[in-house]
């Protein structure tokens, strides 16, 4: 026994399944064992360590989290070992070579192809030379695999990465770790800085040393892109966030900025240290602006009639501007706005997008023509193992206008990848709500190109819906950081039920998406309603928590032995799979899991599609609760907020609530405390990006 584990020994005899370096194989003496190695054998003795398993279809079999090999002793399981292993040997001539060398066989064969060739009938040089460089290549596939658990092991490092470092550094993996952990990070997908620290711990590594600092300077870099939005950093608040992990002294860090420019990691300009490629897709989407902005362009034959004054002044500016920028809240007619700007150009080629697959419906639905998502609209293709978009400068979109929606959404790097593919001549309309979320990657575009005042703008504020409702009604209160409205209108879409304690809230969402939506309002659970919460764990109300409840209420199918979904579960895909047709945000359901071949099949919505993808290593999350960041962009007929004070002053701000209410199609609740309400709308400060668009445009 080894904490708490096992201890299981045998001479594996056949393998069911291997794959991704996972195995399902069977022992002599029956015994079915599963887990990760790299390169199974047939005829190997192996010393398992983990426990015993029941499995309700496969009865028996034991889980190993470690293992070590060892060749086989026995004459028959040596005979054994070489039929399975190598080419050329049959029962015949194993016999030959077992009779000839006995337990020296496998020692000899691999050591001394010569002596076998002229000692052993059948066998030729070429031959016993092919044999043994089989036998010196399993040793050591043995070895590596054995070297990598020493210096991984007990690391975060999980299997998938663990199947990339052999893949892409095969036998030399163990030597490049060593010299240097913190290469993992560019070189493997899912190892950060925190991780590569992990293992450099493991093995010893020298903490005060110039590849650590570099490494955490870029992982500080890359974290206050993602975690907090920024393109770039002020130097002095650099030194001080890398120094919080790092433990060394400034001028360390700022001894490695320089050599980092060097080999061009980053860029240092005018007290602002930025990531390389955050820095050359910031100027370009400056360049190109400035570019498109200033060109002239034959004026449009816009159509006034009927038109509110702010839209009049949007339209006339859209139809004289090289690039024109429309902002609004909920209900005052940007839709009906952007219809008159395409109209107002009857004989060009048009194209609308929007950076998800529900706002692109969205656009569809309201505009009457196609919309694509940014990425379609780019035509991702696979180049050397990575997508890349072939829409470029030197094959750009074919459009002479385009109208983008939905641009609080999108990054920086999105948006230079989408106007580097906007060729010169075309006009452009950017339509977005600065009153909402910023976008989850770095930069605040629309915001900033609005500020800059370099680009022509029109923010539409009369509500223009005779009857709007409270849902809209209320989203401008919000905006105007006013508190809601309850029941002054004869609109019966916003409601908000007063619950205190955090399992009184979780009980009242899940009755209200299980049992009263469908019976009141015949509502779809699945489909037609949302909840959304601002915290992804931790508490009772975040989305890992709501998940959990809503899949064992709303899902009554059995769960499979080891998999988190279930068949029928609502799931959001979290990563862009371009090669899949699907991007981070689809929201789909899950139609089969297969076991046996270790796949989930999900059909994703907006537009319909069904994708087949790996049961354990995929990028899929439950969706019955997500967060207002991820549906943004989207909307459905019913949405469900908490509001609870445990979420905190930092992410319950008032473009939080404005955004998730705007979400709202038909129907919007509010489960909680009505008191924290005008608390959350009465918080407007917007956490500052790090940014220099405004002043790259002016």
Known sequence: MRDGHEQLQGVLSSIKFHQA???????????????????PQVGLEYTFHGRRERHPRWGEQFAFADYRASYPTD???????????????????????????G???LAICKEHPDRVASEIPGITLRRAQEIAAMLRNNEANEKLQLALKDLIGGTKVNRRAANQILEKWGQDAPTRIRENPYALIEAIDGIGFLTADEVARKIGYDFSGAPRIRAGTIHTLKEQAFGQGHTCLPTAKLLAEAGKILAVAPERIV?????????????????????KSYHDDEKLVAEKLKVLARQTLPPGKPDFEGLADDQKEALSKAVTSGVFILTGAPGTGKTYTIKRIITSFPEVRVALAAPTGKAAKRVYEQSGRLALTIHKLLEPQKLGGSFVFTRDAENPIEADLIVLDEVSMVDTPLMARFLDAVAPGTRLV??????????????????DLIASGA?????????????????????????????????NSTACDFFVLKRDGDEEIRETILELVSRRFPE??????????????????????????????????????PKLDGVRFKVGDKVIQTKNQYDLDIINGDIGYVLDLDKTGRTITVTFENPERVVELPLYENDLDLAYAITCHKFQGSEARIIVVPIHRSFGPLIMQRNWIYTAVSRAREVCVLVGQREEVPQIIRRNHQQCRFTRLQELLR
């Open 75 to 101: 004459l028959d399981a040596v005979r054994s070992y070489l039929m399975e292993n190598c080419k050329w040997i049959g029962p015949e001539i194993s016999k030959r070579l077992v009779n000839t060398y």
């Open 455 to 487: 680009i022509p703008s029109t923010e539409l504020t009369i509500i223009k819906r005779q009857d709007e409702g409270l849902i809209i009604r209320n989203c401008h209160r919000i905006k105007n950081g006013e508190d809601i409205e309850l029941g």
């Open 255 to 275: 001894g490695e900025i320089g050599p980092l420019e060097k080999d061009g990691l980053v860029v240092a300009v005018d007290g602002f240290v930025y990531l």
């Open 103 to 105: 337990k020296e066989t």
């Open 520 to 557: 009141s309002y015949q509502a779809d659970p699945l489909r037609e309603v949302q909840v959304i919460t601002p915290l992804r764990e931790k508490t009772a109300l975040s989305c890992k928590a709501l998940n959990e409840e809503f899949q064992r209420r709303i899902n009554p199918r």
């Open 21 to 39: 370096n996972f195995l399902i194989g069977v022992l002599e003496d029956g015994t079915t064992v599963k887990g990760n190695m790299l390169s």
């Open 430 to 447: 950017l339509v977005g709500d600065t009153y909402q979320l910023p976008s989850v990657g770095p930069g605040n575009i629309l915001k």
